[in-house]
């Protein structure tokens, strides 16, 4: 068994996981803004995206970080007429980010970042147990 290539998959699940989440805390950061100017659009929600590729000199496969894919999704509006971006009929365009979305995409990244966390520490234990057991 190959503890350098368990070790190497977990640990590039876990950099793809890491940067996911920070795409998905800048979504949420700005859930509620709104665009620069009158005429302009608000932030537009971002999608994380993950890419495997095969390294030959591990013989695996690993994954990384794509670039984010930004959401099609139309943007909400709300009345508020005193807002100075607002259109003619008193509309804001917001974000197209749902926070509930957000949350959720944020605990399936946790959980899989947790899944790499487990088995890096599970590849140590059987790395120590095997050292331990040749100096017998």
């Known amino acids: 068994m190959d503890f350098s290539k368990s070790m190497a998959v977990a640990a590039s699940g876990m950099r793809a996981q890491t940067e996911r989440m920070k795409i998905i805390a800048e979504n949420i950061a700005n859930a509620n803004s709104t665009a620069t100017n009158k005429d302009g659009d608000p932030y537009r929600r971002k999608i994380a995206t993950i890419n495997s590729t095969f390294d030959r000199e591990l013989g695996a496969t690993l994954v990384s970080a794509g670039k984010p894919v930004a959401d099609q999704k139309e943007?909400?509006?709300?009345?508020?007429?005193?807002?100075?971006?607002?259109?003619?009929?008193?509309?804001?365009?917001?974000?197209?980010?749902?926070?509930?979305?957000?949350?959720?995409d944020m605990r399936s990244a946790q959980r899989s970042y947790e899944a790499d966390l487990t088995v890096m520490d599970s590849t140590k234990q059987m790395l120590a147990k095997t050292i331990d057991l040749l100096r017998r």
């Open 75 to 104: 943007f909400r509006s709300q009345y508020d007429p005193g807002n100075p971006n607002a259109d003619k009929q008193g509309y804001v365009k917001l974000p197209n980010v749902d926070s509930l979305v957000e949350i959720m």
